[in-house]
Nanobody, 119 residues
Framework: VQLQASGGGLVQPGGSLGLSCAASGKIISLATMAWYRQAPGKQRELVAR??????NYADSVKGRFTISRDNAKKTVYLQMNSLKPEDTAVYYC???????????????WGLGTLVTVSS
C-alpha cells in the first residue's frame, strides 16, 4: 500500500492551501485516515483525523482546517485556511488499511509534503 501526498508549497500568512493523499495498492477498505505534521526541531503531531463517522482536530487548527475523504477515490484531503507561519511543517498522511480477508488493520504513512507559510 502506498500513500501519495500532494499539494504542499509556499503560501503567504492568511492564505489557503489544499492537500490531498491518495492510497493505492492492495486495499479492501480504509478505516481511519489522518494528517500529521512535523515542524523543524519538533515532534510529529496529529493535525486532523477522520473516520467514516467523525472528525477531530488539534486545537491549534480548529476552525481553520477541514479534513474530508472520498472513499471511492481512496483519498483524504486537508483544506487549510487562514494559514499562520507556525503551520509551517512537513505534512504526512496516515491511514489504517484493511489489506486482506483477516480484516486486520495495518497502518501506513505517506512520505510527506512540505508546507511553508511565509511572507
Amino acid at each position: 500500500v502506498q500513500l501519495q501526498a500532494s499539494g504542499g508549497g509556499l503560501v503567504q500568512p492568511g492564505g489557503s492551501l489544499g492537500l490531498s493523499c491518495a492510497a493505492s495498492g492492495k486495499i479492501i477498505s480504509l478505516a481511519t485516515m489522518a494528517w500529521y505534521r512535523q515542524a523543524p526541531g519538533k515532534q510529529r503531531e496529529l493535525v486532523a483525523r477522520i473516520t467514516n463517522y467523525s472528525t477531530n482536530y488539534a486545537d491549534s487548527v480548529k476552525g481553520r482546517f477541514t479534513i474530508s475523504r472520498d472513499n471511492a477515490k481512496k483519498t483524504v484531503y486537508l483544506q487549510m485556511n487562514s494559514l499562520k507561519p507556525e503551520d509551517t511543517a512537513v505534512y504526512y498522511c496516515n491511514a489504517d488499511v484493511v489489506t486482506d480477508t483477516t480484516y486486520r488493520l495495518r497502518n501506513y504513512w505517506g512520505l510527506g509534503t512540505l508546507v511553508t507559510v511565509s511572507s
